[in-house]
């Protein structure tokens, strides 16, 4: 094969460099020598050889080229290099390693409002990306800050011996420092319960609404009055308020800050993870949250009709909170493009859609990432045997061996593993997994399930094991090292989700080379690429419609595939694992956003 670094060096006889720039900038503008170059900047680099990922070799370039001739002799040498290594995928890494060590152009005051964090308080996926976004733009040198509730005694946060007195009550804060980031909890007895974050078993707590406002308002104290490590974040911030949960911060910012002269630089981005939760109340509750009383249209909206229980109040208006939110933040982020989409159309928007069209000039959707620490297959200790991307094929042999022995399944090498691990609801597409079961049973596979919720789903799960002892096992219940387990031993994973915002566990799943079969909705449509052999691309299978059938058929695809055509799973499995899902990405996705922000005046003042 010709090398195109030579090819390049020919073409370009008698072509002088006349800029005055650094390579760096003048390679982001598209120079052709220095494409040819490659590093010919006074610095070192690495190189990574095609025979070892696990050796480096380390070049110093010399000065830059500054003649055809001199760029003709450095076409030669990178010529030479790239005969050991592998020169667009390592290229791409090199380039892509340099971003993640990067730091943003402008450092922010960042503020995280959010009902829930990992790993002190979690229900779903929006604890992971609290717990995971702060940490990543900390790394690239924000002040970032996160203030969720206090739901129980934390033993590594301390009391700041700061007190508030809002909304009629007092609160107080606490505070943690880890991973670059300022951990601040509000004490207040309305959070701490027996129960879940938002209910238990006879249901959503009534006050939900008090202790969630009591989140907001607290939220936008914190940068005033804590002193953390000698110095408050001041007013000027950006504040990310998560879900209808802390969708009332850019209400009470214009509404009760910015009239007395705080806050007049700071900027609202309201970030929805699941558009389906609205915070929907009574009309005669407006007056709890303090608001003047002109605000209340900004939070007034027709009773959703999948929220509504049967009584009089909710056939007609309604206080809803995430409305408040679109109306009047600043910007609004979805967790990914797909869903950005989505949520502006009619089967995708509850209700809301005709709003966020109207806003949909600042509306974007930035993908979630993967905690890279806790989700690596090398270093995970809850896999039967760690593996990389160099010897995936044996690591997921002995790991599907492993799990099969603890569930008690035959133990047999080359019978297709398929997991499915999430929420037992109609979202999840629980009960099309028990649809498809009778015929995919009947192809020779085994089919291991993790999940808990809708009890009649957890009682299909109880069934698909007794009906096929020897083929399928279902664990109702959660537990987080069985889905590491799971995840690393499948060969395929089900996500048939009727929507999906972000999802996470086809994330994982592509880390650990176990190859999802996914609903193209949402996230998962912008995640899981459909895998095209004739183009040798692609990361999964989606299927559409939601429908048993569909994903029947498609589940056929991927059975073949892995039967018939080993390479090409294999290399499925190869691609999915090299994906970049750093959180490091999407901050500097959000970083744009902020700088949006920014430029613009406030969009309520």
Same mark, same amino acid.
């Given at each position: 094969?010709?090398?195109?670094?030579?090819?390049?060096?020919?073409?370009?006889?008698?072509?002088?460099?006349?800029?005055?720039?650094?390579?760096?900038?003048?390679?982001?503008?598209?120079?052709?020598?220095?494409?040819?170059?490659?590093?010919?900047?006074?610095?070192?680099?690495? /190189?990574?050889? +095609? !025979?070892?990922? *696990?050796?480096?070799?380390?070049?110093?370039?010399?000065? %830059?080229? #500054?003649? &055809?001739?001199?760029?003709?002799?450095?076409?030669?040498?990178?010529?030479?290099?790239?005969?050991?290594?592998?020169?667009?995928?390592?290229?791409?890494?090199?380039?892509?390693?340099?971003?993640?060590?990067?730091?943003?152009?402008?450092?922010?005051?960042?503020?995280?409002?959010?009902?829930?964090?990992?790993?002190?308080?979690?229900?779903?996926?929006?604890?992971?990306?609290?717990?995971?976004?702060?940490?990543?733009?900390?790394?690239?040198?924000?002040?970032?800050?996160?203030?969720?509730?206090?739901?129980?005694?934390?033993?590594?946060?301390?009391?700041?011996?700061?007190?508030?007195?809002?909304?009629?009550?007092? /609160?107080?804060? +606490? !505070?943690?420092? *880890?991973?670059?980031?300022?951990?601040?909890?509000?004490? %207040?007895? #309305?959070? &701490?319960?027996?129960?879940?974050?938002?209910?238990?078993?006879?249901?959503?707590?009534?006050?939900?609404?008090?202790?969630?406002?009591?989140?907001?308002?607290?939220?936008?104290?914190?940068?005033?009055?804590?002193?953390?490590?000698?110095?408050?974040?001041?007013?000027?911030?950006?504040?990310?308020?998560?879900?209808?949960?802390?969708?009332?911060?850019?209400?009470?910012?214009?509404?009760?800050?910015?009239?007395?002269?705080?806050?007049?630089?700071?900027?609202?981005?309201?970030?929805?993870?699941?558009?389906?939760?609205?915070?929907?109340?009574?009309?005669?509750?407006?007056?709890?949250?303090?608001?003047?009383?002109?605000?209340?249209?900004?939070?007034?909206?027709?009773?959703?009709?999948?929220?509504?229980?049967?009584?009089?109040?909710?056939?007609?208006?309604?206080?809803?909170?995430?409305?408040?939110?679109?109306?009047?933040?600043?910007?609004?982020?979805?967790?990914?493009?797909?869903?950005?989409?989505?949520?502006?159309?009619?089967?995708?928007?509850?209700?809301?859609?005709?709003?966020?069209?109207?806003?949909?000039?600042?509306?974007?959707?930035?993908?979630?990432?993967?905690?890279?620490?806790?989700?690596?297959?090398?270093?995970?200790?809850?896999?039967?045997?760690?593996?990389?991307?160099?010897?995936?094929?044996?690591?997921?042999?002995?790991?599907?061996?492993?799990?099969?022995?603890?569930?008690?399944?035959?133990?047999?090498?080359?019978?297709?593993?398929?997991?499915?691990?999430?929420?037992?609801?109609?979202?999840?597409?629980?009960?099309?997994?028990?649809?498809?079961?009778?015929?995919?049973?009947?192809?020779?596979?085994?089919?291991?399930?993790?999940?808990?919720?809708?009890?009649?789903?957890?009682?299909?799960?109880?069934?698909?094991?007794?009906?096929?002892?020897?083929?399928?096992?279902?664990?109702?219940?959660?537990?987080?090292?069985?889905?590491?387990?799971?995840?690393?031993?499948?060969?395929?994973?089900?996500?048939?989700?009727?929507?999906?915002?972000?999802?996470?566990?086809?994330?994982?799943?592509?880390?650990?080379?176990?190859?999802?079969?996914?609903?193209?909705?949402?996230?998962?449509?912008?995640?899981?690429?459909?895998?095209?052999?004739?183009?040798?691309?692609?990361?999964?299978?989606?299927?559409?419609?939601?429908?048993?059938?569909?994903?029947?058929?498609?589940?056929?695809?991927?059975?073949?595939?892995?039967?018939?055509?080993?390479?090409?799973?294999?290399?499925?499995?190869?691609?999915?694992?090299?994906?970049?899902?750093?959180?490091?990405?999407?901050?500097?996705?959000?970083?744009?956003?902020?700088?949006?922000?920014?430029?613009?005046?406030?969009?309520?003042?």
């Amino acid at each position: 094969m010709v090398n195109a670094a030579a090819i390049w060096s020919q073409s370009l006889a008698g072509y002088v460099c006349k800029s005055k720039q650094p390579c760096a900038y003048r390679r982001s503008r598209g120079c052709r020598l220095d494409r040819v170059a490659r590093r010919a900047a006074t610095s070192e680099y690495v /190189v990574r050889t +095609s !025979h070892s990922s *696990s050796r480096s070799k380390l070049v110093r370039a010399g000065a %830059h080229p #500054s003649t &055809a001739e001199e760029h003709a002799r450095a076409g030669q040498d990178a010529q030479a290099e790239s005969q050991n290594r592998n020169t667009s995928d390592e290229y791409l890494q090199e380039e892509t390693e340099q971003k993640r060590t990067s730091r943003a152009r402008t450092a922010f005051n960042i503020v995280f409002v959010t009902s829930e964090v990992a790993p002190w308080s979690k229900t779903g996926g929006l604890g992971d990306v609290c717990g995971s976004l702060p940490p990543a733009l900390a790394a690239r040198g924000h002040r970032v800050m996160v203030v969720a509730p206090q739901y129980q005694n934390y033993p590594e946060s301390s009391s700041t011996g700061v007190t508030a007195d809002i909304l009629g009550t007092t /609160v107080g804060f +606490s !505070h943690h420092k *880890s991973k670059g980031v300022d951990w601040v909890f509000i004490e %207040h007895d #309305s959070y &701490a319960r027996p129960g879940g974050l938002y209910g238990d078993e006879n249901g959503v707590y009534g006050d939900n609404q008090f202790r969630f406002a009591l989140l907001n308002v607290a939220a936008l104290e914190a940068p005033l009055i804590l002193d953390l490590e000698g110095s408050t974040y001041g007013d000027d911030c950006v504040f990310i308020a998560n879900d209808w949960h802390g969708a009332l911060v850019p209400v009470y910012i214009a509404a009760k800050y910015r009239t007395h002269g705080v806050y007049q630089t700071a900027r609202s981005i309201l970030a929805i993870h699941n558009l389906r939760h609205q915070g929907v109340y009574g009309p005669s509750t407006f007056e709890m949250l303090q608001l003047p009383k002109e605000w209340y249209n900004a939070l007034e909206w027709q009773y959703p009709p999948h929220q509504r229980q049967g009584s009089y109040e909710e056939e007609g208006r309604c206080v809803n909170t995430m409305k408040a939110g679109i109306s009047c933040a600043d910007r609004v982020v979805t967790v990914s493009p797909g869903y950005a989409w989505e949520i502006q159309t009619p089967e995708g928007g509850w209700g809301m859609e005709g709003m966020l069209t109207s806003r949909s000039y600042a509306l974007n959707g930035v993908l979630n990432g993967v905690d890279l620490v806790e989700w690596d297959p090398e270093n995970d200790p809850h896999i039967y045997q760690n593996y990389g991307e160099t010897n995936f094929a044996e690591g997921k042999r002995a790991n599907k061996a492993g799990l099969q022995k603890e569930m008690g399944l035959p133990q047999r090498p080359e019978v297709p593993v398929i997991g499915f691990i999430g929420r037992l609801d109609y979202q999840k597409g629980a009960d099309l997994v028990l649809g498809a079961a009778p015929w995919l049973l009947n192809q020779d596979v085994q089919i291991i399930c993790l999940g808990t919720g809708d009890k009649h789903l957890e009682a299909g799960m109880r069934w698909l094991e007794s009906a096929y002892p020897d083929k399928a096992r279902g664990w109702v219940g959660f537990n987080v090292p069985m889905s590491h387990k799971i995840t690393a031993a499948c060969d395929l994973l089900l996500m048939p989700s009727r929507f999906e915002p972000c999802g996470l566990n086809q994330l994982y799943a592509m880390r650990y080379g176990t190859v999802p079969v996914a609903h193209a909705t949402g996230g998962l449509r912008d995640t899981v690429l459909p895998f095209n052999p004739w183009e040798v691309t692609g990361t999964g299978w989606t299927f559409s419609p939601c429908t048993v059938d569909a994903f029947i058929s498609t589940l056929g695809q991927a059975l073949q595939t892995y039967r018939e055509h080993t390479d090409s799973f294999q290399d499925l499995q190869s691609r999915g694992m090299i994906r970049d899902s750093s959180w490091d990405k999407a901050a500097q996705e959000y970083e744009q956003i902020f700088e949006w922000a920014k430029v613009d005046q406030p969009y309520c003042r």
